[in-house]
């Protein structure tokens, strides 16, 4: 019993790194129908942006932070200015694609600068651990991000539905020629997501260190993080706070109860069947938007 | 208000659709261009309103103007805050988005995206909105949708309304209600219209003036009550014979009569 609360509330941290990294995801399909597979490249630069200013350069934590995530910011708008503004009207298969360039270009940046080597940036939050019902121990650092995934969530959740910028985002990702003809700017649009999109993916990157270090493994995040999209729904941001923690929970319970009857591997393993059983029934995710034809 | 003057318009730099087609729409009035299938008549609209830069096209030749303004260079965006607001064609909905946000859409460019004055406008014109402005737009029927669309136009407050096709797939008896929401629209606001239409019928009905496009020329143009009396209009676009009875298509076979604009 006493094994099993602390998966669950381990898996629950966890999750939650999913959740804010999938965030990202879910901003920019939600406004323009384009799946970024470069996006844990680019929480795994942040990563490395960050530790080259906290540590190599050893500049003060809180600017650090705030340049990693200017960083971020003017990233995600030269993406979109240089790259993808051309392509605006194209299909979305060849934006993909680009996006699967810009990875391996990422990849290839943060070898030759960094190396192979597992590195670890000053530490945000002190050392310590939280204890629950005295039999769950929770690092600082895994509490905090909870407790950012929750805020950011409720952010977007405003910036979606209480906004204007919100209602173009909405529209764009519906029908971008009939969001133009409306006066709507979709460039701009499309700027200001992957601006937001590459904030939350810096904010990702600098809360991962703290948790995992910096490795070329964190980039895999950006996986399981596409995993929860789609099982919750692309368009979702309210699947993305289910599923994300639900999804952390089921890793550490496969690997807590079946690794060892199965030789090892299941937390890897568990959420893509997971996401296969649940396209089969649920194509559009669990709160997805159904598509809406009429007959 | 809008001119148009030897228009070319070409897509994909080669399929050469409109050529130089010329005519005016006066402020207030009700302007209607017929037109078969593959006339221009969807590319005159998207020159007028810029959308034909996303179709891979281009206006090659001539001019658009509006209010003396030239704007057949301009991006989508600046034509809409210009004042000219295109209605496309087959409801082009936001459809995930409830009635309430696709109407609130439409004045996002006049960053009063919470007017409910505006809003309640709207619902007067179109009360049946009214009932359903929480629902999903997606799930509404054709002619509900349709006032979506010309709602959402309004919401920006456009001098002048492009309306391709408005009749598409509609009932005989909503089409005349939307016909008539519209001719009060023009006549209460004084919104200018273009309206592109098949059913020439509601079209010359309910306009000031008409044009007859083929093959992307204009080949006739009059106001739109000499247009319903034309010979050929009542044989080519509403068909009637002399006899003002409707046309046995069993003689089909010996149709002889020529347009005489050819």
């Not at chain 2, 920006?156 to 005349?176: M, N, T, V, W, Y």
Request: contains cysteine; charged residues 20%; aromatic residues 10%.
């Amino acid at each position: 019993m006493e094994k099993l609360i602390s998966y669950i509330i381990v898996g629950l941290a966890n999750g939650c790194i999913y959740s804010l990294v999938a965030i990202g995801f879910v901003i920019i399909f939600k406004s323009s129908g384009i799946i970024n597979f470069s996006h844990g490249a680019i929480v795994l630069l942040s990563a490395y942006i960050y530790y080259l200013f906290s540590f190599q350069f050893g500049l003060p934590l809180g600017v650090a932070i705030l340049f990693t995530l200017a960083f971020g910011a003017l990233l995600g708008f030269s993406i979109e200015r240089v790259l993808l503004d051309r392509l605006i009207g194209q299909s979305v298969l060849m934006i993909i694609t680009l996006t699967l360039a810009i990875t391996e270009l990422f990849r290839g940046v943060m070898h030759l600068g960094w190396g192979n080597d597992i590195l670890s940036a000053p530490p945000l939050f002190p050392k310590g651990n939280i204890h629950l019902l005295k039999i769950v121990t929770l690092d600082y650092s895994r509490v905090a991000f909870l407790i950012l995934t929750f805020l950011l969530i409720v952010v977007f959740a405003i910036l979606y539905n209480k906004t204007t910028i919100g209602l173009a985002m909405k529209a764009t990702s519906d029908d971008t020629v009939a969001a133009e003809s409306v006066g709507i700017k979709i460039r701009k649009v499309f700027a200001a997501t992957w601006v937001i999109s590459c904030l939350t993916a810096a904010i990702g990157g600098i809360l991962v260190t703290n948790v995992m270090g910096i490795h070329f493994q964190v980039a895999e995040i950006g996986f399981k993080a596409m995993v929860v999209a789609l099982v919750g729904g692309m368009e979702s941001l309210p699947g993305m706070i289910v599923i994300g923690p639900l999804m952390g929970i089921i890793e550490f319970l496969a690997s807590g109860y079946l690794d060892e009857h199965v030789g090892g591997g299941m937390r890897d393993l568990a959420p893509f069947i997971i996401l296969l059983f649940v396209l089969m029934v649920k194509p559009y995710g669990i709160f997805g938007w159904k598509r809406i034809e009429r007959v | 208000m809008l001119k148009l003057i030897n228009v070319e318009a070409k897509y994909h730099e080669v399929i050469l659709v409109l050529r130089g087609v010329s005519f005016e729409v006066p402020k207030g009035h009700m302007v209607s261009i017929l037109g078969a299938n593959g006339a221009g008549k969807t590319t005159i609209l998207r020159a007028i309103s810029g959308t034909l830069l996303r179709e891979d096209g281009k206006v090659t030749d001539g001019s658009i103007e509006f209010d003396g303004r030239r704007i057949d260079r301009l991006e989508p965006f600046s034509i809409a805050e210009g004042g000219i607001l295109h209605v496309m064609e087959g409801r082009r909905i936001f459809s995930h988005l409830s009635v309430e946000e696709n109407l609130l859409t439409g004045a996002i460019m006049h960053r009063n995206v919470r007017s409910k004055k505006f809003l309640e406008e709207i619902y007067a014109y179109f009360p049946l909105l009214r009932s359903v402005q929480k629902r999903v737009a997606g799930y509404l029927s054709g002619g509900e949708q349709q006032m979506v669309v010309i709602g959402r136009a309004l919401m920006s407050r456009p001098r002048l309304l492009l309306l391709d096709e408005p009749s598409l797939g509609l009932a005989p008896l909503i089409l005349k209600e939307i016909f008539e929401i519209l001719k009060n629209i023009n006549r209460r606001e004084g919104i200018s219209m273009l309206v592109v239409e098949q059913n020439a019928k509601i079209a010359l009905d309910s306009t000031h003036y008409g044009y007859v496009l083929e093959n992307g020329r204009i080949v006739l143009d009059a106001p739109s009550n000499k247009l319903k009396e034309n010979e050929d209009i009542k044989e080519f676009y509403l068909g009637l014979s002399e006899l003002g009875t409707r046309k046995s298509y069993r003689d089909f076979k010996h149709y002889s009569r020529r347009k005489r604009w050819l």
